[in-house]
């Protein structure tokens, strides 16, 4: 794409987030109240039981931590509390305005900028963790956030990120049951294949990809097709053996160091 349709597609991105908050469905508290934010951040620890095993959020303390695609703050805050020194970019206002919130709610120090992450306002080797959860898939040209995320980490720094994984179990069962994937209306959804994301973080020297987040049962959907899933295919898929389905993970989480 040309520098306008480049520009152009990073506004509708920026439009799209603004207007919508993650998981906001799963409260009926106000947004922006204390309980919403509990009650998101539950969901998603819930949901994503496997992320605390996996991410040592304890394990940065007194480390410079940034978060690119920071949403409303539920992964940063537990970085800061585990005595991380932590910066949060999104390039939607709406969202940096609530993770102001959660943090001064938690009485919790955090740097958190409106910003691009495709074009991070930070010096080379400035931080010891980069985080990106859930946001090179939305993103206009990954590759570009891959690059800013290795130019601003430090020398031997570390790299964590999620994309969703094009063979994993919900790409198949979301055609199967005809459900659409949450934010299937984005500007930008990109799935990628473990080889395909291991080519996309090539930057780095050592990269290890595992496929995570494996079915439980749905608080969000209902009727027969929420039925089938969750009776049926939750408990069937849990029952296979882990190394027949381990690939199909719907999460591919990526380690690796600069």
């Known amino acids: 794409m040309n520098e306008q349709e480049y520009f152009l597609l990073i506004e509708h991105i920026q439009k ?10 799963v409260t009926t508290h106000p947004v922006g109240t204390e309980a919403f934010f509990e009650d998101l951040a539950e969901y998603r620890f819930d949901k994503l039981h496997y992320l605390p095993k996996v991410v040592d959020f304890n394990g940065y303390r007194g480390k410079k931590v940034l978060e690119i695609g920071c949403g409303t703050g539920i992964d940063l805050i537990r970085f800061a509390r585990g005595g991380a020194r932590v910066t949060g ?26 910003m691009n992450g495709e074009d991070l306002k930070f010096p080379d080797n400035s931080f010891d963790l980069i985080y990106a959860h859930g946001v090179l898939q939305y993103t206009a040209d990954a590759r570009k956030m891959v690059a800013e995320a290795f130019r601003v980490l430090k020398p031997d720094g570390t790299f964590i990120g999620m994309v969703y994984n094009r063979r994993g179990w919900l790409n198949v069962m979301s055609k199967f049951f005809k459900v659409g994937l949450e934010h299937e209306d984005a500007p930008v959804l990109d799935k990628y294949t473990i080889g395909e994301f291991r080519q996309l973080l090539s930057v780095f020297s050592d990269v290890h990809i595992i496929p995570e987040r494996f079915p439980v049962k749905s608080r969000l959907h209902g009727g027969i097709k929420g039925f089938l899933f969750n009776a049926c295919f939750v408990g069937v898929f849990n029952a296979v053996p882990g190394s027949w389905v381990r690939k199909s993970g719907w999460h591919l989480m990526a380690f690796a160091k600069k």
């Open 16 to 25: 799209y987030w603004n207007e919508r908050i993650h998981d906001l469905e």
């Open 89 to 114: 970019v999104d390039l939607s206002q709406t969202a940096i305005e609530l993770a102001k919130k959660y943090f001064a709610y938690k009485n919790l120090k955090a740097d958190l900028k409106i």
